[in-house]
């Protein structure tokens, strides 16, 4: 009989443990805000990016402008946050320097630009297009 109770108790221990913690996990995230904080990326169309803060980064201003660095050129454009997570963002322009990773800076510049929805997760800033997963940044600090 006490090694039932025994086991009983260590079950519900266990059990208030597990729940607690998954209610702590969701609950001390706290959120980046999209505006204003600078995104580094860190993940494009599901592949690492390595690189420095210096590169692949944007940040959404309060105006309705964002700003961003690809490989080595500067990118600048307009975006519009719509209902529940949509944003439409375009066009960018951007400087025209040749960088070494053209063709990855090329990518990075038409994704974001065709970006029809976002999450944040966290500190991470998820970029979608028609559900599809294709961007992944970081908050850093600005």
Known sequence: MKQTIFRAAIVAAA????ISCCHCKSKSRTAAPLVGTEWTLVR???ANVEGGSES???????????SGVGACN????SYRLLEKGRIEIGPLASTRMMCPDMERET????????????????TMLLLFR???????????TK
Do not use: C, K, P, W
């Open 15 to 18: 059990a208030i443990v597990a």
């Open 44 to 46: 494009l169309m599901g």
């Open 56 to 66: 692949f980064n944007l940040t959404f201003h309060e105006d309705g402008n964002l």
């Open 74 to 77: 500067r990118l600048t454009g």
């Open 107 to 122: 990518q990075f510049f038409t994704i974001v630009e065709e970006t029809t929805s976002y999450e944040i997760d966290g």
């Open 130 to 140: 028609d559900g599809e997963m294709r961007a992944v940044f970081e908050a850093g």
